[in-house]
């Protein structure tokens, strides 16, 4: 039987095709219902199933790729490295189906400085403990940086087993990212869902460390530029501070600077004062509180800088740091850079220390590089600062100089040539009102003069010494006395030097007083100075072996040193010692040193 119709032309009818097979019998087909035979169907039903499994396959296949490109894009979007390392374990984790995931970051010394993790809670991680520094597998693949796809990590040979509060891990796959060519450190998946990694799941943790390696390398990248911004700051403001007279000290402004540039928790500067022994002059942060404190140069970052006059980068290993820099940085550091401060005609000012904490990433040689030429900078800034200090120091002298010999050359002659006048005016009157009006007027202008001749003596010494009450008050004496032959004694006790300016002003202008009087009037062969500070209360002694004082027509000048001592709580006496003459006592009370010097 054929089926109708022009469009199947001598097509065999399919009842006829299976009677023409041997053994069927047409009755047999005549009862039967018009259907399929058993066999293809079969074979048809397989077909279909294969290409529903290839399509699931396929979906899979896109479902991961899609998942590898999710993960690129979140590694490669990012610039802070931080956060780029943490994308890549997650986005690792993710594909793989891996509960627990890491990368090891490996250091200079060939072990783990960094340990990123995902899949394990706060709490776990505190009953662990330490990180891992890269023992066992996680070495084998810093030693032999090649993937590796493990059933059963705890049969290797390589491994060290677990710490007692450490989840079981069986399954493993390692894979090494490389930045520029040079491993920079290592993909750690374990326990996968699926119950082991397949070599699918190693392909694509591959390609996403080599995604990996180009984020890092571009947040490198990143971030030394703003590493060289920092620093380049930080040399900018030290540069304008100094130009602009800041108020804040030199090396206090050099070692924040320095601190914040290198992202450190702490610098100093030291300086020698001995062969064998250093003194922290400045410091910021951590251990700003060690200003002052001195140690010794022997085995320690300091001593080796100045030495060497080389930078110095040392890193928190036990051999360096066990007895060598205990002295001069902070126990629990972990990496320290120093480096010296250079001076005028290549000298070495000092050393420049910064450091981070224990938990902290190590220095790189760029960070070193870097805080080598701040310092480089800050030595030549300093010298510019000195050079500027001398030149204003030069023309203060100049100009006062000129003002003491304009006070000399005409004010003081003309003092004295009015003072003159007044006595040559004595001899005239006849009241002693007015005789006793005009001696007022003399002594006046006699004061006068003592305080303009002090005054050319301040600005013709050096500033610097202007506020040493030691200098002034041997000056005073020298004045006083060198154009005698009084045989002149002096002592002196005390931290005299702590007195206040005021207070040291009267000082000197009671010695200059009470020394003049004995040189005019005593008409003695010796005097005796002491000049003692002691419990607050400061002494100015004169005695000499002159006539004695008597009964002075005019005693301005006592008058004088005692509205002085009052001012300051003391007061003034005189009396006659043993053998003659005249010792004269000027106190003054100081309660604010008490403390300071009991103590000492």
């Not at 296949?61 to 610039?79: C, I, S, T």
């Not at 890092?216 to 130009?243: C, G, K, P, V, Y």
Request: aromatic share 4%; with cysteine; net charge negative.
């Amino acid at each position: 039987m054929k089926v109708p119709g022009p469009s199947c032309p001598d097509i065999p009818d399919p009842v006829e095709s299976v009677l023409a097979e041997p053994g069927i019998s047409p009755t047999v087909v005549a009862n039967a219902d018009l259907s399929f035979a058993d066999v293809p169907r079969l074979a048809l039903e397989r077909l279909i199933d294969q290409l529903t499994d290839r399509a699931h396959d396929v979906l899979a296949a896109q479902g991961r790729l899609r998942g590898l490109l999710r993960a690129n894009a979140a590694v490669v979007e990012e610039l802070s490295l931080p956060v780029v390392l943490r994308h890549v374990v997650e986005g690792a984790r993710e594909l793989a189906h891996a509960r627990y995931g890491a990368l090891g970051v490996i250091g200079p010394d060939g072990h783990l400085e960094q340990f990123i993790h995902v899949g394990m809670d706060d709490p776990v991680v505190g009953r662990i403990g330490d990180l891992p520094k890269g023992q066992g597998i996680l070495g084998l693949l810093i030693t032999h940086p090649n993937p590796v796809r493990l059933t059963d990590l705890r049969t290797h040979a390589a491994a060290v087993g677990f710490p007692d509060a450490h989840p079981p891990m069986a399954s493993f796959l390692g894979v090494p990212i490389r930045v520029r060519g040079q491993v920079f450190g290592n993909l750690y998946l374990s326990e996968s869902t699926n119950g082991e990694f397949t070599a699918d799941d190693e392909q694509l943790v591959t390609a996403l460390a080599g995604t990996a390696g180009v984020a890092i390398a571009n947040a490198r990248l990143h971030e030394q530029t703003m590493e060289q911004r920092r620093w380049l700051d930080a040399s900018s403001e030290l540069t304008q501070a100094f130009l602009a007279h800041s108020a804040e000290p030199p090396l206090e402004l050099l070692v924040r600077l320095a601190m914040h540039a290198a992202s450190a928790e702490m610098a100093m500067f030291s300086t020698p004062i001995s062969k064998h022994t250093g003194r922290v002059d400045a410091a910021a942060g951590t251990c700003a509180g060690r200003v002052g404190r001195t140690f010794p140069l022997d085995r320690c970052v300091v001593g080796r800088v100045i030495r060497s006059r080389t930078a110095e980068l040392v890193r928190p290993s036990a051999a360096e740091f066990g007895q060598g820099i205990a002295d001069d940085v902070l126990d629990g550091v972990g990496a320290v850079i120093g480096v010296p401060l250079p001076g005028p005609d290549a000298t070495v000012r000092g050393a420049l220390i910064v450091a981070r904490a224990g938990a902290r990433a190590h220095f790189t040689e760029d960070d070193r590089d870097h805080l080598v030429q701040f310092a480089v900078h800050a030595g030549a800034a300093l010298d510019l600062e000195r050079a500027r200090e001398d030149h204003e120091t030069l023309l203060q002298i100049e100009d006062h100089d000129r003002i003491a010999a304009d006070l000399h050359d005409h004010v003081i002659q003309e003092l004295f040539a009015t003072g003159m006048g007044l006595q040559s005016m004595l001899s005239q009157l006849t009241q002693p009102a007015q005789r006793a009006r005009v001696l007022r007027y003399v002594d006046t202008l006699d004061d006068t003069i003592r305080t303009i001749r002090n005054t050319i003596y301040q600005l013709q010494m050096a500033p610097e010494k202007q506020t040493t009450i030691m200098s002034r008050l041997i000056a005073v004496l020298t004045e006083q006395t060198d154009t005698t032959d009084l045989a002149l004694a002096t002592e002196f006790g005390g931290p005299l030097e702590q007195l206040p300016i005021d207070l040291a002003d009267d000082v000197v202008a009671v010695l200059r007083e009470a020394v003049s009087n004995t040189v005019r009037h005593a008409g003695g062969s010796t005097v005796t100075v002491k000049v003692t500070f002691l419990a607050g209360i400061l002494t100015v002694e004169v005695t000499d072996n002159g006539v004695g004082i008597g009964h002075p027509t005019r005693s301005s000048g006592l008058s004088n040193m005692r509205r002085r001592a009052e001012n300051h709580a003391g007061a003034l006496c005189h009396s006659t010692p043993l053998g003659g003459g005249t010792r004269l006592t000027w106190t003054a009370r100081h309660p604010r040193s008490d403390a300071p010097h009991e103590a000492a």
